[in-house]
């Protein structure tokens, strides 16, 4: 369902609105970038799929440069490639996005639209996303064919590209549409590249490129905790240098950028804990955005909660939420993208990729190891 066979991953979705109101009815959506799905696809796949997967899909996450450069563009500098904006498997170039004066929508809440503004939009955390996703095809021996070096040369444009522009303003993860910021989880995710790269190079023993990588992480994980923490808040927060709170700061405790015992951590932690969740779900952002403030909770954030509860020894709450969220299910056992926490009523991208691989990845992280339980 979540796998397009060229491109390796993509998101076929029907969308009903993120809300019972006008301003968010994007009720029609055929696709999203493959650039934007291939970690969370991809990173439970080893629990039960065949260990050919990843090189059957790796060309999709290594396949802008080999695109670019297979379409006779010739070895285009690395400022010239991009894997910012989004895209659809059909390569179209016009995304635009439109209303259907003629369709009512779901349960008349209208206009229905079709295409994204987002193709339009810089997201720098692709990079790392990119890098996340490819970083196993070097360490797993399962594989038929274990990435090489020549395919680490290939992934470092990814790294360049990640490390100008960490503290660069872009639209972020959630795809702001008016404004633009240094948000602190398209910095993590940037050094996120930087930091795998520098491992695959020193297991594969390139020295010096291991050095060059461990550097260039090093300089943006201080960047970023300097920058992205707030002293007043005491939290790390949405923006550099801002003072909202953020899920996607959740992140930064998965790509294991700061560790679970990290008092600035547990700090950041607490302050979500208060501020974004409401019942058992956790919200992106309680702030006004382009469309007012959210009314639904986003189901992929209650899963990197979850995540990193466990990772601070709260087993039993990241149980309770979990529990919560396998019961708000549809009958075919489908999440969506966004969940009233009032009613559990699903809403938003249905079914929703990031959602359904929360799922697995919440069951794998909440699992007892077999010799606990024997």
């Known amino acids: 369902m979540f796998q397009f066979h060229r491109l390796g991953s993509a998101q076929p979705a029907t969308r009903i609105p993120f ?60 400022e010239g490639l991009t894997l910012e904006q989004p895209g659809v498997p059909g390569r179209e170039s016009d995304l635009g996005e439109r209303g259907i004066d003629t369709l009512p929508g779901f349960r008349g809440i209208g206009p229905v639209r079709i295409g994204n503004q987002a193709y339009q939009h810089s997201q720098h955390d692709v990079y790392g996303h990119a890098v996340l996703a490819s970083t196993q095809a070097f360490f797993d021996h399962r594989l038929l064919r274990p990435a090489t070096g020549d395919d680490f040369t290939r992934l470092e444009w990814l790294g360049e590209r990640a490390f100008a522009l960490f503290d660069r303003p872009d639209a972020g993860i959630w795809e702001l549409r008016t404004r633009l910021d240094v948000h602190t989880s398209s910095a993590i995710m940037c050094w996120a590249a930087c930091d795998r790269l520098a491992k695959i190079a020193a297991h594969l023993g390139l020295s010096s490129r291991a050095q060059t990588w461990s550097a260039r992480g090093d300089s943006l994980r201080t960047a970023i905790l300097d920058r992205g923490w707030n002293d007043k808040r005491q939290a790390f927060v949405a923006t550099f240098g801002g003072d909202s709170l953020d899920a996607s700061v959740l992140l930064m405790s998965e790509v294991n950028l700061l560790a679970p015992d990290d008092p600035r951590w547990r700090r950041t932690l607490e302050g979500i804990r208060r501020e974004l969740k409401r019942g058992n779900h956790i919200y992106r952002y309680t702030s006004a955005d382009d469309f007012g403030v959210p009314k ?59 959602s359904m691989v929360g799922i697995i990845n919440g069951a794998t992280r909440l699992s007892r190891r077999w010799d606990t339980v024997l």
């Not at 301003?23 to 493959?34: G, I």
């Not at 629990?47 to 997967?53: H, M």
């Not at 909660?305 to 549809?330: H, P, Q, T």
């Open 19 to 78: 809300a019972d109101t006008q301003e968010r009815s994007f009720n029609l959506t055929l696709t999203y970038s493959p650039a934007l799905t291939p970690p969370r696809t991809l990173t439970p796949r080893p629990v039960g799929a065949p260990v050919g997967d990843r090189k059957q899909h790796a060309p999709a996450v290594r396949g802008h440069p080999m695109d670019v450069r297979g379409d006779g563009h010739g070895e285009a500098a690395v």
């Open 296 to 354: 639904m909770a986003f189901t992929a954030c209650t899963f990197w909660y979850i995540d990193a509860l466990v990772r601070n020894g709260a087993i039993e709450e990241a149980r309770e939420l979990f529990d919560g969220l396998i019961e708000s299910r549809n009958p075919l056992g489908l999440l969506s993208e966004d969940i009233d926490p009032a009613t559990r009523e699903l809403w938003g991208n249905f079914p929703q990729t990031y």
